[in-house]
């Protein structure tokens, strides 16, 4: 019972991710994100997969401060980069469960960079680049939610850069 909710929190986590790819601004990705970023977490520690845990809170925080960024000028310091990439390293050495620790860590890593980014299309390439990363990672520790989420999560982000970021670059290339 509890592995069928554990499971099934991670497919609601899925489903908000999924939205945040499909969003045509930076504003709306995030706030998906954030959202599936929390369910995630729980679905992880329901789990016992402790780092992919903490990198969560660390990227539930990093979400909000990034949401910000646009209109607060204490959320325009890069230093807020190094302070969730910080956050992170230190979460997983505290939480470290072997090997595939590395995996959650990196790909939540080059995510805090890619999400910096004021630039949609650059978000989406991060997101694709990292989903086999965290497929290796959901695999191992059996989060069948998660490894269903990476291969939906790839198709749905190719998509957003087929309707949002192929048709600019066209239209780019026109005038």
Not at 128 to 147: D, E, H, K, N, Q
Request: with cysteine.
């Amino acid at each position: 019972m509890v592995l069928d909710l554990t499971q099934a929190i991670g497919f609601v986590a899925t489903i908000c991710v999924l939205l945040s790819f499909q969003q045509k601004t930076r504003a709306r990705i995030l706030i998906w994100l954030l959202l599936g970023q929390i369910l995630f977490a729980a679905h992880f520690g329901l789990l016992g997969a402790f780092t992919a845990v903490v990198t969560n809170v660390v990227a539930i925080a990093r979400g909000a401060v990034y949401y910000c960024k646009p209109t607060q000028a204490w959320a325009k310091s890069k230093l807020w980069l190094y302070v969730f990439i910080g956050l992170m390293a230190v979460g997983g050495f505290l939480t470290w469960e072997g090997w595939y620790s590395v995996l959650v860590l990196g790909a939540m890593m080059i995510e805090t960079i890619g999400l910096w980014s004021d630039k949609p299309r650059t978000i989406r390439w991060v997101m694709l680049l990292i989903r086999p990363i965290y497929f290796t990672y959901s695999l191992v520790v059996g989060s069948y939610a998660g490894m269903t989420a990476d291969v939906i999560f790839s198709i749905s982000i190719i998509i957003g850069m087929i309707r949002f970021d192929r048709t600019k670059a066209s239209a780019n290339q026109l005038k």
